[in-house]
């Protein structure tokens, strides 16, 4: 599994070099020490079976993921599966491992936990009326893209003026943020970064959440959501942070959104239809994970295509999201076109 790469430090002190290079990175050394008592650990439990960091195998992470939910809580263990999910895929792209044996695992833990069929039934029709009774051009922009794109309310807070590419000309005239370069040729989408961490800066300024995603996706913006955003981008306050955040707060000028704002936006307003109690469950409320819930559910149903909906959602392995990167305008953008819902009248 191990490979010579001129640079980097042997396969047995990977977790030194990784850690290395998150300083080098600019991570926090509260994450760092996390990331190494995780990494240790979990190179500890493969000792013990007679195996290596280098040498594990997909069978081995299961059998280590299983041995700490009788320990953690459900979302401690998530959380710990993805520290060794992100080394490997780190340490294999700078060459050191060839393989990322706990890519499937963390892809299936995700499928198992977002996947509840005891959650709260909600028809397109419903959710049609929901949205048509959102007024502000905020509101109306922040729960379209949650509901458009699937993406963690963590997400969509951390995205900035440049992970936007909407072909008009007025949104051009209006705005001189350049988008980024991995959106040139794919006019009319949005980037989701697997980078942003609560706490640290990126882009210029600290984050309040982390982006979960597994990898960088670009997800099609339809014409529904282009008019939502174009709508809010017209009444958008001026900020002050240089990261240009798309979704700002009009009571607090100016200021980013946060997922504690997005959260209540969306528990007031569905709480108006007796979708949303005080106190209640995950099964009965709904929320902004609510959202990307229906959005996998309902494009799984009606595409056929798991894969697409993983690479939307940005839960797949390397070698599955590089094919659909690869072949994005012909694949990801017809078949999404094709089977997500409409949300306006």
């Known amino acids: 599994m191990s490979t010579e790469t001129p640079g980097a430090t042997d396969s047995d002190d990977a977790v030194s070099y990784f850690v290395q290079d998150m300083t080098l990175h600019g991570r926090s050394e509260r994450t760092r020490v996390a990331y190494e008592r995780v990494l240790r650990s979990f190179e500890t439990f493969l000792e013990t079976r007679g195996t290596s960091l280098a040498d594990a195998d997909r069978r081995g992470c299961m059998t280590w993921v299983h041995s700490l939910r009788d320990k953690h809580a459900d979302s401690t263990v998530a959380t710990y599966a993805a520290y060794v999910h992100r080394f490997y895929e780190y340490m294999r792209q700078v060459g050191t491992f060839d393989t990322n044996p706990m890519a499937l695992v963390t892809e299936e833990m995700e499928e198992s936990i977002d996947t509840d069929p005891t959650r709260r039934e909600i028809s397109v029709p419903e959710m049609r009326s929901f949205v048509s009774e959102l007024s502000h051009p905020l509101e109306r922009a922040l729960v379209g893209t949650l509901l458009k794109t699937g993406m963690r309310v963590g997400e969509c807070c951390n995205l900035d003026l440049r992970d936007i590419y909407l072909d008009d000309s007025d949104v051009s005239a209006a705005f001189g943020v350049a988008h ?47 008019r939502l955003l174009k709508s809010w981008l017209a009444i958008r306050p001026d900020v002050d942070s240089p990261a240009e955040p798309l979704f700002c707060s009009t009571s ?61 959602r940005g839960d797949v392995a390397t070698d599955i999201i590089d094919t659909y990167t690869h072949n994005w305008g012909d694949r990801v953008r017809t078949v999404y076109e094709a089977n997500v819902y409409r949300l306006l009248d």
């Not at 982006?211 to 997800?219: E, G, L, M, S």
Request: hydrophobic share 25%; glycine share 10%; charged share 30%.
């Open 252 to 312: 607090k000028w100016g200021r980013r959104v946060t997922p504690s704002m997005a959260r209540n936006v969306v528990a007031e307003r569905a709480g108006q239809r007796g979708w949303h109690h005080a106190g209640g469950s995950a099964e009965e409320n709904v929320t902004p994970h609510y959202f990307r819930h229906f959005f996998t559910t309902h494009l799984r149903d009606e595409t056929g295509d798991r894969g697409i909906v993983k690479y939307l």
């Open 180 to 226: 980024r370069g991995a959106l040139e040729g794919r006019p009319d989408s949005v980037y989701v970064s697997s980078e942003p961490a609560r706490g640290e800066p990126y882009n210029g300024e600290e984050r309040t959440a982390s982006n979960k995603r597994k990898r960088d996706t670009v997800v099609p913006v339809d014409d529904e959501l282009k």
